[in-house]
């Protein structure tokens, strides 16, 4: 069985690959796409040597997104729908696993399930949501990981945590401006989502599973725990910068739970 893989010089791709080659005991065999994940020509040549496609290769940043629209929708959209048509074309029973976003989900008070209101608000989520569409339209073989937020001390500045670290060494005094710091966000490890993923890939899952701790974590609460236990100092927020109506975007991970049986979180604190 070969697993294909998009996007592996990502820190989510390298992660995933390190722990297959640690952990799995199967026969998967790993086979990495080099080329531009737009070269169709080249990708549609190497989907047909494989079994599984995970693709990764995908725009993340949200930051990067807005400043690119036209390049992002290719890559996180045009390609997933070369993908999903070019397996639908060869009709085989190769498997397509894209990884999704919490950003195809709009603010609740309660957790978030797989059936909950689906409502992008930023671009990048309705790009994601588009390409769900496309993979839904085209397949029956798929899994669509609806992944929340996560944490790796490898992200670059333009992720929610790396940015928050990068701010409050470099704050003067004690105020720090952070907007809307009473958004409330689930926040996993690297090494947790790592490890769900990789567990839906080898149960050989089919549907769509949301991937994420279950917790949520106000940005100020977050903020406040980085300044004291990193910098280990106390911090005081510019009320100019408070939600009168906060978002709270948190997983409900029953599903992914009772699928993967994997119920220890990793201690997201312990690597910051």
């Known amino acids: 069985m070969i697993l294909g ?3 592996h010089k990502g820190i989510l ?3 995933i690959i390190n722990y297959i080659k640690k952990y799995e005991k199967s026969n998967y065999k790993i086979s990495l796409y080099k080329n531009n994940v737009l070269d169709f020509e080249k990708l549609g040549k190497w989907i047909d040597k494989i079994d599984i496609i995970l693709h990764l290769a995908a725009v993340t940043s949200i930051y990067e997104v807005n400043k690119n629209k036209k390049y992002a929708e290719k890559v996180n959209y045009l390609s997933v729908k070369f993908i999903a048509r070019k397996i639908k074309q060869i009709n085989s029973n190769k498997k397509l696993i894209f990884i999704s976003s919490s950003h195809v989900y709009s603010s609740s008070n309660k957790k978030i399930s797989e059936n909950s209101l689906i409502n992008p608000s930023t671009y990048y989520g309705k ?6 569409k496309e993979i839904q339209r085209n397949l029956s073989n798929f899994l669509i990981i609806r992944l929340f ?3 790796s001390p490898k992200q670059s ?3 929610l945590i790396p940015a928050l670290i990068n701010k409050i060494k470099t704050i003067k005094g004690k105020k720090i401006k952070l907007k809307n710091y009473n958004n409330i966000r689930d926040i996993s490890t690297i090494g947790y989502v790592t490890k769900q993923i990789s567990s839906l890939i080898f149960i050989k899952f089919n549907g769509i599973v949301n991937c994420g701790s279950g917790c949520g974590i106000s940005l100020e609460s977050l903020a406040k725990k980085i300044a004291h236990d990193k910098f280990k100092k106390n911090i005081e927020f510019d009320r100019r910068f408070k ?3 906060p978002s709270k975007i948190i997983c409900n991970n029953d599903k992914l739970l009772k699928i993967t049986g994997i119920k220890k979180m990793d201690n997201l604190f ?3």
């Open 270 to 272: 312990k690597i910051l």
């Open 127 to 132: 790009l994601k949501y588009r390409s769900e």
């Open 243 to 245: 939600l009168k109506k």
């Open 5 to 7: 893989i998009t996007g």
């Open 13 to 15: 791709g390298k992660s």
């Open 157 to 159: 500045k333009q992720f």
């Open 149 to 151: 937020s996560y944490y």
